[in-house]
């Protein structure tokens, strides 16, 4: 059954607990003396938090032997949990297999492409499609729920731990033999899977299902599709997995909803998640920032792209850190300010969760130099006392408890066939980066002051003035037909280079590029023209482009060049072209813009689909915007993009969190990476208002 039909799309109700945001952590006590237990439930109570996730990476201490259990140690902080009024989220404790099963059952190791294996010694290592995991793993879940499926404590189920982390993509013989049934049950012949695949060429041809590998190392560029297919099914593996763990739970405790961690991050592209969403009660996340440029409007990206996949309904926020982590090259502790302000983005975005990897730094272990929420210093520390401001912040905002994201006005589309297929091997470029090109476009989006939604493909595109697609390097008939019906209601549609070139089966549509989109966009593309590192293309309109050009011809009526190519072979021939039909538009960028390319092209498109922000001026680009809907209300998040304070001038409504702020009518003052949040009526007008109701200065303090 999928969650769409059950009613559990949230913790489990406790009687006499109001509606909050949840706050909490990891919490792995199982690595600490019994003494520091007591400290631990204190000190989560001075700081507020409300729920931990237990048991993570518990499964040796739970099962030191095959037959043997141990629980009297869980159950005790089970018990000192609910006493001291601390909800846990309880993991299933299956994530990383204990050193017996692996002794007794090596034939669990995942395999490399290269045919190595992966070994025990850190965790992950087992392989999604093990029938000796799998039996192992459920018979510890079946354990973990009879135990505790009654008890007060429990609130929701956490399977595993980041599904696919280490072990997406598994290269053993269980994996070929689970792949081949995987393609028995899609293409049904061998003869249709030889047509799909293309095996006509480089003497690829099978004869029977028994003769397909996965894509192991090979000779050269391995087949793309048979590529593209075992993506879809080391995602489809997982999942299933995930679902094994959930029937099971399920069987025990139908009114305990479940749930697993996403990784919606960065280049964590492995796991198919909006289609992973439907077998969840409720969508969980987990999110490190990666220091860069734009590190900040990724985390907005990801949390917004998380809020998509949850329908728009409250996420949970399972994991994230206080300070630096441990595992890229250089950590760089979180600055002043960015504790509270990157966990309110994710507020913004519709978490009604707030939760940290982990509870107390470890000392001891692969993750001893991670931040956690009571860091090795104790709490007399900063990062405590931030961690104590966080709870009163969350505490304040409560009645935001169960509101939903509200709908922006532009969106962007992120399809994950796209993503996977795009940045396949032997194609025009190896530089392309799906995610990259997404984000840029967010960027300019925030520098306009514009709210925008991340929409996994299948969202309803009509709700939206403006859907930006870029790279739709996949476009089956039926999105072809989705978009075209977008466009000719009135929408107004961007999609750029490598954009419309295949099927679902990764074969090239014929007769032209953008050969989906090609009469959508009343263009045609005979030969692309990617670009060289070294290679810059100027644009008539002062701006470059890198990476791709395309020669394009204008085949349609009614399109206008927006810019051209000023230099090179292609120079005075069409860049970036508009195509009008009726009162929609759709526009095609054939070069990776750069911020002021983006930002006249943003500009443009959003003055023909008139759509303005809901910013005063001075504060777009410098404050991020979101919205979210409870009842006749909208909760307004002003989030400071910048380390200077900005001056709000008057704004309309009454002030629910700032930190320098004051009644309606009067100037607020929104500090360094600060948030503000306003509650407004749903009809309240823009904040915008004319330019001189709002005479603002900007990092004026
Ligand atoms: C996550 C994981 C946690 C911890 C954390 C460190 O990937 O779920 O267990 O390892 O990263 O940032």
Redesign the pocket.
């Given at each position: 059954m999928s969650s769409s039909s059950r009613p559990l799309s949230w913790l489990k109700q406790q009687p006499g607990r109001a509606p909050h945001l949840s706050f909490g952590a990891?919490y792995n006590p199982d690595q600490w003396p019994r003494e520091v237990w007591d400290e631990d439930i204190a000190l989560m109570r001075e700081a507020g938090v409300t729920i931990v996730s237990l048991a993570?990476?518990s499964w040796a201490r739970i099962q030191p032997a095959k037959d043997e259990w141990d629980f009297a140690w869980l159950d005790e902080i089970m018990d000192l949990l609910h006493a001291g009024g601390i909800q846990v989220d309880l993991a299933t404790a299956t994530a990383s297999p204990p050193p017996w099963l692996t002794t007794l059952h090596p034939e669990i190791l995942p395999v490399t492409v290269n045919g190595d294996t992966v070994w025990p010694g850190a965790r992950q290592h087992w392989r999604p499609t093990s029938p000796v995991f799998r039996d192992h793993a459920l018979r510890l879940v079946d354990a973990m729920a009879e135990r505790y499926g009654d008890h007060p404590a429990l609130v929701a189920w956490h399977v595993s731990?980041?599904l696919g982390?280490h072990n997406i993509y598994d290269f053993s013989d269980d994996a070929a033999r689970a792949f081949r049934l995987w393609l028995e049950r899609r293409y049904g012949t061998i003869e249709q899977l030889n047509h799909v695949w293309g095996t006509a060429f480089w003497s690829q041809r099978y004869g029977s299902f028994e003769q397909i590998l996965p894509p192991r190392l090979a000779a050269s560029h391995p087949n793309p599709t048979q590529q593209l297919d075992f993506k879809r099914f080391s995602s489809d593996a997982l999942k299933e997995y995930l679902v094994a763990e959930r029937e099971v739970l399920r069987r025990h405790t139908p009114d305990v909803p479940v749930t697993t961690?996403f990784?919606v991050m960065h280049e964590t592209r492995g796991m198919n998640y909006p289609d992973w969403a439907a077998e969840v009660d409720f969508v969980s996340n987990?999110h490190?920032v990666m220091p860069s440029e734009q590190d900040r409007d990724e985390l907005s990206f990801s949390a917004n792209l998380t809020g998509n996949i949850a329908g728009g309904r409250p996420w949970f926020l399972m994991?994230h850190?206080t300070s630096a982590?441990?595992?890229q090259s250089v950590n760089l502790a979180k600055r002043e300010g960015e504790l509270l302000r990157d966990s309110l983005t994710h507020v913004a975005h519709g978490a009604d969760a707030v939760c940290f990897?982990?509870w107390r730094q470890s000392a001891a272990g692969a993750?001893k130099y991670?931040s956690g929420m009571v860091p090795h210093a104790g709490a007399d520390s900063a990062v405590f006392r931030e961690v104590v401001r966080l709870g009163e912040t969350l505490r304040t905002l409560a009645p935001l408890a169960g509101a939903t994201r509200s709908t922006a006005p532009v969106a962007i589309l992120f399809d994950w066939e796209s993503w996977w297929a795009s940045e396949q091997d032997s194609h025009p470029t190896d530089r392309l980066r799906y995610r990259a090109e997404a984000l840029d476009w967010y960027t300019a989006l925030l520098n306009a002051g514009i709210r925008a939604d991340v929409v996994p493909t299948g969202t309803p595109l009509e709700r939206y003035r403006v859907v930006i697609a870029p790279i739709l390097h996949v476009v089956p008939d039926a999105l072809a037909a989705s978009l075209s019906a977008y466009v000719e209601l009135g929408g107004h549609l961007v999609t750029t280079y490598f954009s419309g070139i295949v099927d679902e089966n990764d074969h090239v549509f014929l007769g032209g590029y953008p050969g989906a989109l090609r009469d959508l966009l009343g263009i045609r593309i005979e030969e692309f023209a990617p670009l060289l590192d070294t290679e810059q293309a100027l644009l008539d309109t002062g701006v470059t482009g890198t990476l791709w050009t395309d020669r394009i011809e204008v085949t349609g009526a009614d399109v206008s060049v927006l810019a051209r190519y000023a230099s090179g072979e292609f120079a005075g021939l069409p860049a970036v072209t508009r195509r009008d039909t009726g009162d929609g538009t759709a526009t095609y960028v054939s070069t990776r813009l750069r911020p002021a390319g983006l930002a006249g092209v943003v500009d443009a498109l959003l003055a023909r689909a008139g759509v303005e922000s809901e910013l005063p001026a001075a504060l777009r680009g410098v404050v991020e915007v979101t919205r979210r809907t409870q009842g006749s209300e909208d909760y307004w998040f002003l989030v400071n993009r910048t380390a200077e304070p900005v001056d709000l001038g008057a704004l309309d409504g009454d002030v629910v969190l700032g930190h320098e702020s004051s009644a309606p009518g009067q100037t607020a003052t929104l500090s360094a990476r600060g948030v503000v949040v306003l509650r407004r009526p749903v009809d309240a007008p823009p904040l915008g208002g004319s330019p001189e109701q709002h005479e603002l200065r900007v990092g004026a303090h």
């Open positions: 990891d993570i990476f731990n980041e982390c961690n990784m987990d490190y994991e850190s982590v441990n595992w990897f982990q993750e991670h």
